[in-house]
């Protein structure tokens, strides 16, 4: 008596089991990484304090004459997930043996098209150096999980800035191609 009530439910108890499996084994092997371009990126130029470089298809930073870059990513796609590995990549179109600084920025009020060297808020601390040994027309990636972790599920703003007197620029999203990335796995 008692088999035979069980009986019909074992198929779905087998289905079950075989759903979380399939669910377990997807969340640990089958996450492909996540890309995400900037929704901002600018940089400011101390020669021209008062003009935006928005739209321009290049970003470009230098220690001398001063050129720095910002960027703003929207993290809110990211809100509760898991951060295993977050880097920031960009493609290099004009090389420097000089080395620059990736630093943390929490004003996210900037924006794209108003930002100029009079108005840009001032970077934070130092996420970490960049060292791109004068390599032209490369990728360059650095890795910010911990940062990226700090702020998903919310804007999340970063600058460059440079001591160096010879300047390196690399494409913005405003390039046909190569724009910078934001690859989260
Ligand atoms: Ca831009």
Redesign the pocket.
């Known amino acids: 008596m008692k088999s035979a009530v069980l009986k019909p439910y074992k198929p779905i108890i087998f289905i079950i089991i075989i759903l979380s499996l399939f669910f377990a084994m997807n969340s640990v092997f089958g996450q492909s990484p996540q890309v995400l371009n900037p929704t901002?990126?600018?940089y400011i130029y101390i020669t021209n304090p008062d003009t935006n470089y928005?739209?321009?298809t290049r970003l470009e930073v230098d220690g001398s004459p001063i050129k720095k870059v910002y960027f703003k990513f929207d993290l809110s796609s990211l809100a509760g997930k898991t951060i295993s590995l977050a880097t920031l990549k960009f493609y290099i179109v004009n090389p420097s043996n000089h080395k620059q600084e990736l630093k943390r920025l929490d004003d996210d009020s900037w924006t794209?098209t108003g930002i100029k060297y009079n108005n840009a808020p001032a970077l934070g601390s130092v996420l970490k150096v960049i060292d791109t040994g004068n390599q032209n027309n490369v990728w360059y990636e650095i890795d910010i999980t911990s940062y990226v972790d700090e702020n998903k599920g919310q804007l999340m703003s970063l600058g460059i800035d440079s001591t160096g007197s010879n300047g390196l620029d690399f494409n913005?999203?405003?390039a046909s191609s190569n724009k910078p990335e934001l690859v989260i796995s």
């Open positions: 901002a990126d600018s928005g739209t321009s794209e913005s999203k405003e």
